[in-house]
């Protein structure tokens, strides 16, 4: 019988909070390697990163894949990365998972009127019986 390959040839050693996290939902080594990489470029969230991935992969139909993307193109938003203004809209309609990420998504493109657009925002929520269903219904598209 062959010797079986060390496990960390190919890169850099896996980070033990990524590893476990893996472990926990069956990630499969080629896409922890990935995930690891992308999380090493982003020291400052790290914690919340590891927490929001924690609690989105542990949803139904999650996507590994696409979390990964999103982490490498900066779409992925966990509350300790979404600026002051947008947590305190999140926690004040106790927005869902989806509704606050397409806030996020929505509101990172627009940087420059992002102050007037949450304004906007939390008046049309004010009224609201389900503020996340009407969020993503004024973001879609």
């Keep these: 019988a062959a010797p079986a390959p060390a496990p960390q040839d190919d890169g850099p050693p896996i ?3 990524i590893r476990a ?24 969230s790290f914690d919340e990163d590891v927490q929001t991935l924690r609690e989105r992969l ?3 139909r999650a996507d ?6 999103q982490l490498d ?7 300790g990365c979404m600026p002051k203004p947008m947590v305190e809209l999140v926690r004040k309609y106790g927005l869902d998972d ?18 007037d657009d949450l304004r906007d925002l939390d008046v049309r929520l004010a009224s ?14």
Excluded at 22 to 44: G, T
Excluded at 73 to 79: N, Q, R, T
């Design 21 to 44: 996290l893996c472990r926990e939902f069956n990630i499969e080594d080629r896409l922890m390697r990935k995930l690891n990489a992308v999380m090493m470029r982003r020291p400052e």
């Design 128 to 141: 609201a019986d389900r503020p996340s269903g009407l969020l993503m219904t004024l973001l879609q598209g």
């Design 73 to 79: 193109k900066g779409l992925f938003v966990s509350l």
């Design 98 to 115: 989806r509704a606050s990420q397409r806030l996020a998504e929505s509101i990172m493109r627009r940087k420059e009127t992002m102050l």
């Design 15 to 17: 980070d033990p909070q």
């Design 64 to 69: 590994v894949g696409v979390l990964i993307t």
């Design 58 to 60: 542990g949803e139904p």
